[in-house]
Nanobody
């Protein structure tokens, strides 16, 4: 099993930056694809960005292209989300997730951290 704890959320003005961190427990962190999802108020949780087990590959939704960057440190069991040029539509609860299969029932989730971007 993997336990995930997010940190780094907060309130920021549009155009600003935030860096989210996710600390993972367990000795098999490097086996997991890691991702970040966002849930806006009144909406479903949606995929934002993910990074491969080695860190060499990334995948992201078009709306964050050129603005968000994901990275990981397998030695420290950490994954990071650097968010630049933030927009009000980036507002939501950001969840860190881990999976060795898919983002369905086999995935592990953190409790989430709130990000609010004011206009």
């Amino acid at each position: 099993q993997v336990q995930l704890v997010e940190s780094g959320g907060g309130l920021v003005q549009a155009g600003g930056s935030l860096r989210l961190s996710c600390a993972a427990s367990g000795r098999t962190f490097s086996r997991y694809v890691m991702g970040w999802f966002r849930q806006a108020p009144g909406k479903e949780r949606v995929f934002v960005i993910a990074i491969s087990e080695s860190g060499r590959g990334t995948q992201y939704t078009d709306s964050v292209k050129g603005r968000f960057t994901i990275s990981r440190n397998n030695a420290k069991n950490m994954v990071y989300l650097q968010m630049n040029s933030l927009k009000p539509e980036d507002t939501g609860v950001y969840y860190c997730a881990a999976t060795i299969k898919d983002w369905g029932t086999s995935a592990y989730w953190g409790q989430g951290t709130q990000v609010t971007v004011s206009s």
